[in-house]
């Protein structure tokens, strides 16, 4: 996990993917020109600093590193792995990091932007399925993850959102046992019939 800050206070959302573009490429040039995914997203600061970024990342890299290539302030890093410690624990808690951002950060994807961006050419899989009600999809997704929701974020509670209704659901833990199974087997059938 990174996190990028603005000595200076940036307001301007096109700006900062800008810069955020600039520093990927000369991370990827530090690296030896290996690119790598990564996910990003942007936050107003709370004290009213402008923007900062939060990115996450499949491995370690070094703090002085880091904010000497970022070069515009103050740079975050996770520390390496503690030795013993599951890839996916990291993994889990990066996106659970990460999608805390991405509800709060709405206010920053104004006239057409992304609310976070992805690294291109890295597939991601993903699953869709169709419910007869919003009770019927929770309830199935709720059986597919076993430790339960974590955080609800409802888009029709929203004062200033203008687009489609949006629930996003952020649940505990991996997807697993036998509601995950059936909900797989759903989805493959689905696709397989070309819906």
């Given amino acids: 996990m990174w996190t990028l800050t603005y000595a200076e206070a940036t307001f301007d959302p096109d700006v900062v993917a800008r810069d955020v573009e600039r520093f990927l490429a000369r991370v990827v040039a530090h690296r030896g020109g290996e690119r790598f995914p990564y ?20 491995f370690w890299f070094d703090h002085a590193d880091l904010g000497a290539l970022w070069g515009k302030g103050f740079v975050w890093t996770s520390d390496m792995k503690p030795r013993g410690t599951a890839a996916e624990i990291g993994f889990e808690k990066a996106a659970q990091y ?14 057409g932007r992304h ?15 169709r419910a ?16 339960g929701i974590r955080r609800v974020w409802k888009s029709w509670e929203q004062k200033d959102w203008e687009g489609p209704d949006v629930l996003l659901v952020a649940y505990d833990g991996p997807a697993g046992g036998p509601g995950w199974e059936r909900l797989k087997a759903g989805l493959e059938a689905y696709q397989e019939i070309g819906q």
């Fill in 39 to 58: 996910v990003r997203v942007f936050e107003w600061h709370k004290s009213g600093h402008g923007i900062h970024v939060h990115m996450g990342v499949p």
């Fill in 132 to 147: 007869r009600s919003m009770d019927d999809g929770a309830a199935a997704v709720r059986e597919a993850f076993p430790r």
């Fill in 98 to 111: 990460l999608t805390k951002y991405v509800g709060k950060a709405f206010a920053v994807a104004q006239g």
């Fill in 115 to 129: 609310r976070y961006e992805c690294a291109q050419g890295f597939p991601v899989t993903s699953y869709r399925f």
